[in-house]
């Protein structure tokens, strides 16, 4: 197999839309022997200058730019390797390579890991070497190839018959199982924590993604079963104690700034009733009905507040001027908006799971 050949083997494991950028900066990577760090910054600027900013893959899984191109970086280096050795191999009339071994290992890798493959599949003595068995075996697999000489192996004939074992059945022990998730965990924590650190201490990061970066990493804690410590204790603790204000300051800025989200068909619904319980004129427009919301929501003094009681779907966050209401939920979408008298007001806002946090001055940091 030419080095040419070997990168479109590479290139149809691969095969999404970076394929072209991640075998081109693999083969400059290979040829100029630069490290993988300088791969993924090519890669990134590359993608970047195409406009890419982040990749949703096959699964569904949203990756950041950087993360992706360390992945393909890291992968596609791995698959020229293995393609390499195995040219190196053939060009020198070898025929085994063996996978290398890592502790621990996840369960894909470990009925692989220490056993001899046949390239040709002419050495009856192994498995044939399938393009399934080729190292990496997944995105950021350690694994890789080797010639394998076997007269020069003192335990040829234990490596042979382990080599026959199955190719699918996972071989670990439960401690090792356990070993490797807890590597795992470790490893998501410590990548989870960059990235949230990266966006919770960016003095020009918006607030969503301040909150969806605490939610990741207080998620990667309970997902993993760990207690948070130092830094991310204290952050989290933080938005856990803010987390409806802050929620009720990204709704305030989605409303003022994009305009009041209804489900479809809802907001002529609405606007409709409110004419007819005459709650507002009647010469009103569906834009005069938006505006009042944006207005609620804007307005330093108008309060706010939460309403969520057992049962409910989602957190509900109600901006008030004493004489209007908006209810909309944590979802962004309106739920309603009408006006109330003045005594009418002070009794909705004592119903039961109505919480007071404070005017919409108040919420917003240095009151602004």
């Known amino acids: 197999m030419s080095m040419h050949d070997s990168f479109q083997?590479?290139?149809?494991?691969?095969?999404?839309?970076?394929?072209?950028?991640?075998?081109e900066e693999a083969g400059r990577k290979m040829a100029s022997g630069t490290t993988i760090k300088d791969m993924k910054q090519r890669v990134i600027q590359r993608l970047l200058d195409q406009g890419q900013t982040a990749f949703v893959d096959k699964l569904g899984r949203k990756w950041r730019l950087d993360s992706y191109a360390e992945m393909v970086a890291r992968t596609t280096t791995r698959e020229a390797a293995s393609a390499a050795t195995i040219n190196t191999c053939r060009e020198a009339g070898l025929d085994l390579v063996k996978i290398t071994t890592h502790y621990p290992t996840c369960e894909k890798c470990a009925p692989l890991q220490g056993k001899v493959f046949s390239i040709s599949g002419e050495d009856k003595r192994y498995p044939k070497l399938m393009d399934e068995y080729r190292p990496p075996i997944h995105p950021n697999c350690r694994h890789s190839l080797h010639p394998y000489v076997r007269e020069l192996d003192p335990e040829a004939d234990k490596v042979q018959k382990y080599s026959n074992t199955s190719l699918t059945k996972?071989?670990?022990s439960e401690e090792e199982k356990q070993a490797y998730k807890e590597m795992r965990d470790a490893v998501t924590i410590a990548t989870n924590r960059k990235r949230a650190r990266e966006v919770l201490l960016s003095e020009n990061a918006p607030l969503e993604e301040k909150m969806e970066a605490y939610k990741?990493?207080?998620k990667t804690y309970?997902?993993?079963g760990k207690k948070p410590v130092g830094f991310d204790a204290q952050v989290i603790?933080?938005?856990q104690l803010n987390e409806d204000k802050y929620n009720a300051i990204i709704i305030s800025d989605t409303v003022i700034n994009?305009?009041?989200q209804w489900k479809s068909g809802k907001d002529i619904e609405h606007l409709n009733k409110r004419k007819k319980r005459g709650h507002i004129p009647e010469n009103w427009t569906l834009d005069d009905y938006n505006r009042k919301i944006q207005e609620l929501c804007s307005k330093a003094d108008n309060e706010v507040y939460l309403y969520h009681k057992e049962g409910f779907k989602q957190k509900y966050y109600v901006f008030g001027d004493k004489e209007w209401i908006a209810i909309i939920g944590q979802n962004k979408v309106i739920d309603t908006a009408f006006k109330v008298d003045r005594m009418n007001y002070e009794e909705y806002i004592k119903k039961n799971g109505m919480n007071f946090l404070g005017t919409v001055k108040e919420l917003r940091p240095n009151g602004q």
């Open 222 to 224: 309970e997902d993993t």
């Open 170 to 172: 996972d071989p670990r």
């Open 9 to 23: 083997f590479i290139g149809r494991r691969i095969d999404d839309q970076f394929r072209r950028v991640a075998l």
């Open 216 to 218: 990741k990493l207080k």
């Open 237 to 239: 603790k933080h938005y």
């Open 258 to 260: 994009d305009g009041p």
